[in-house]
Every structure is written in structure tokens, then in C-alpha cells.
């Protein structure tokens, strides 16, 4: 099985398994019902011991939340996933593009270091079998010419071994990246799973006063959690479209007849590997997208501001008293 059929193993476990949140409604109901009751009387009870009107505005929020929970799969689930689908399905068609154009400018890089290789007479044997033929043809059977055969035969196992040491450390490489890829999935997957079925629970303890941020933390995780995957094709675009650039530029140096080009791949190398630790910073990077406290540490910044202005407010208020006494107090 490829990894773009395992991919879709998890989209379909995430769609078979989200049903699953309605059976949690029956046991949100309960809660939710119980949290509404006590969050209606404490705010009626509060608006008569006060003499105050009662405002039903704040009342209406247990209803509003007691419907979402009822229709949670279609109501909240539904909405959400249809307001971020366009997201995730954009940013795959960006990644999607960005390799075709890869693969294609790979197999044109691939022909021109062969011709380039076949050019040169000390290398062309390396890579053709005719080559190697019509140059053991061209040597006789002195000690001389046996020896020269010895070696080319060495070398050319020698660059048979050295390619394919470097073609399985280049198909390790990119079997890591796919796994990488599909760590962070699964993980995105499992997360939305739960998420997704203890929803109504998240909903109804919310209801309760004092809790209300639960409801806006389990928004914030659930949204930050589906953007894993927009942002880990955006992230591999990058890596395409700049794998892209480095072959653009080898084709260009393949174009001299007298450039010698480096088969090691060692750049490609070099980005597989960055491609495997980045794939692994992609929560990270999707938390500085949706992050419900981000202006926490600004609020509490102006908040500690503010107090010092205001005890140096104080302290210079009461200074000016002070000497304002004493001076009446010598007159």
C-alpha cells in the first residue's frame, strides 16, 4: 500500500468515526441541562436580590449551546470542517502541482547527466554498457592491456556499488519523510477524533458558569488541530518548489558541454533531512496561527504598565499632599 492510500485511510477513519459524537449528546444533554438550570437561577436570583431588571440576553447562551449539542455532528462539526475544507483542499492542490513540475524537471535532470557523463570518454563507460564493450574491443591481451582492464572493471563496480549505496540511502531518506508525513497525520487524526466525540461534552461543561473558556478552548484546539495538515502541504511545497530551483539551476550547467556534473545528490540529501525535522514543527507553526490566548502576555504587559503608572500616580499625588500640608501647617 502507497502512502497516499494510507493518507486516505485516515480521512476515511475520521469520517466513519465522527457519527460517534451524537452518542456522547445523550450524556452532554444531561450535564448541559444541569449546568443551564443552576446558570439561570444564579443569574435571576442576582437580578433580584439587586432590584435590577433581569437580562434575558445572557440567558439565551445555555439554549444557543443545548442546540449545537443536540445537532453536534451536522450543526458544529459540519460547519467547521465546511468553512476549512476549501483550506485543506487548496494547499493540496499547491503541493500536488509543485511535484509534478518536481518529477519532471528530476527525469530531465537524470537524462542530461547521463549524456554529460556518456560525453565524456573517461566516464562513458561508467554508465553504458556499449561504451564499456567497444573499449575492452579497442584493448589486446598484453600484460599491459590486462591490467587496464582489471581496473576499469574495478571502477566500474566500484560506481555500480557507490550508486547504489546512494540511491538506498536516497530511498531511506525519502521513505522517513513520507513516514514523518504520515506521523503528523495519524496524530492530526487521532486528535480530531477525540475532539470530534467528546465535542458535546466540552459544550456542556461550558455551560456551567465559570467554565465558559472551555468552549473556546476546544474551538481554538480543534481548529488549530485540522490546519496541521494545510500547513504540512505548505510545507512540503516549499521544500518542492525549492528542490525545484536547485534542478532548474543543474539543467542550466548541464547545458555546457564542458561541465562535469556531481552525481552525489547531496543537496537533495541535505533537504530530505531538513524535511524530516520540519514536518515535526508543524504544530508549532499552526499554534502561532490559532492561539485563543495570544495577546494573554500583551494584556498582562499593559496590565503591569498600568499599575505603575498608577502607583507612580499615587506616590507623586501624595507627595504633592504632603508638601502642600506642611507648608500650610508653617503658615
Known amino acids: 500500500m502507497e502512502f497516499n492510500n494510507l493518507h486516505e485511510v485516515l480521512r476515511s477513519l475520521y469520517d466513519e468515526m465522527m457519527p460517534l459524537s451524537a452518542d456522547m449528546a445523550a450524556v452532554a444533554k444531561g450535564v448541559a441541562g444541569l449546568g443551564a438550570l443552576f446558570y439561570v437561577a444564579i443569574k435571576v436570583w442576582q437580578a433580584l436580590s439587586r432590584a435590577e431588571p433581569i437580562d434575558m440576553y445572557p440567558l439565551l447562551r445555555p439554549f444557543a449551546l443545548g442546540l449545537c449539542i443536540m445537532f453536534f455532528p451536522t450543526m458544529v462539526l459540519g460547519t467547521i470542517n465546511a468553512v476549512l475544507s476549501p483550506v485543506v483542499q487548496g494547499t493540496h492542490a499547491i503541493l500536488e502541482n509543485q511535484v509534478l513540475d518536481l518529477n519532471d524537471l528530476q527525469a ?192 498582562r504587559n499593559v496590565n503591569q504598565t498600568a499599575m505603575k503608572a498608577g502607583n507612580v500616580a499615587s506616590a507623586g499625588a501624595g507627595s504633592a499632599a504632603g508638601n502642600i500640608g506642611g507648608q500650610l501647617l508653617k503658615k
Open 108 to 299: 530531465k535532470k537524470d537524462l542530461l547527466e547521463r549524456e554529460a557523463m556518456l560525453r565524456d570518454p573517461e566516464t562513458a563507460y561508467l554508465v553504458s554498457n556499449e561504451e564499456f564493450d567497444k573499449k575492452l574491443e579497442e584493448l589486446g591481451w598484453s600484460p599491459s592491456d590486462l591490467v587496464t582492464m582489471s581496473g576499469m572493471y574495478l571502477e566500474r563496480g566500484m560506481y555500480s556499488m557507490e550508486k547504489s549505496v546512494k540511491d538506498w540511502f536516497r530511498n531511506l531518506l525519502e521513505i522517513l519523510f513520507q513516514a514523518a508525513a504520515l506521523v503528523v497525520d495519524t496524530i492530526r487524526t487521532f486528535f480530531l477524533i477525540v475532539l470530534s466525540i467528546l465535542g458535546p461534552i466540552a459544550f456542556a461543561i461550558s455551560v456551567w458558569d465559570g467554565f465558559q473558556s472551555t468552549l473556546t478552548q476546544w474551538l481554538t484546539r480543534y481548529i488549530s488541530v485540522y490546519l496541521w495538515l494545510p500547513v504540512a502541504d505548505l510545507f512540503s511545497a516549499m521544500l518542492a518548489k525549492i528542490q525545484s530551483l536547485i534542478i532548474e539551476k543543474d539543467i542550466e550547467m548541464l547545458a555546457d558541454p564542458t561541465f562535469i556534473p556531481d552525481t552525489s545528490n547531496t543537496v537533495y540529501v541535505i533537504f530530505m533531512i531538513i524535511g524530516i525535522v520540519g514536518y515535526f514543527t508543524i504544530p508549532t507553526v499552526t499554534g502561532w496561527v490559532i492561539q485563543a490566548g495570544g495577546a494573554g502576555n500583551f494584556t
